[in-house]
Nanobody
Framework: QVQLVESGGGLVQAGGSLRLSCAAS????????MAWFRQAPGKEREFVAV???????DYVDSVKGRFTISRDNAKNTVYLQMNSLKPEDTAVYYC?????????????????WGQGTQVTVSS
């Protein structure tokens, strides 16, 4: 089992940047597929980015070219670098872990979740 703790959220002006971190406890972090999701008020949880065991990445179209997901297996941490932030990026951002070898972009596929960190982008 793994526990996930997100940090790095906050309030930023449009065009600004934030870096989210997700620290994982437990063993075998390197064997997990890691992802970021977000949920805005009144909306469903949305896939943002995923990084596989091997480092392959995928993103939702709306963040391509602006967000970068990365992982440091030595630190049991996954990151989400968010640049050129827009008001529509405002949401609670969640880190998720999946033990499957497959790379998924749907929330129900993920076994473990963090508590979330709020990102607010002002216009």
């Amino acid at each position: 089992q793994v526990q996930l703790v997100e940090s790095g959220g906050g309030l930023v002006q449009a065009g600004g940047s934030l870096r989210l971190s997700c620290a994982a406890s437990g063993r075998a972090f390197s064997t997990y597929t890691m992802a970021w999701f977000r949920q805005a008020p009144g909306k469903e949880r949305e896939f943002v980015a995923v990084i596989s065991r091997g480092g392959g990445t995928d993103y939702v179209d709306s963040v391509k070219g602006r967000f970068t997901i990365s992982r440091d297996n030595a630190k049991n941490t996954v990151y989400l670098q968010m640049n050129s932030l827009k008001p529509e990026d405002t949401a609670v951002y969640y880190c998720a872990a999946d033990q499957s070898i497959m790379v998924h972009t749907t929330a129900y596929r993920y076994d473990y979740w963090g508590q979330g960190t709020q990102v607010t982008v002002s216009s």
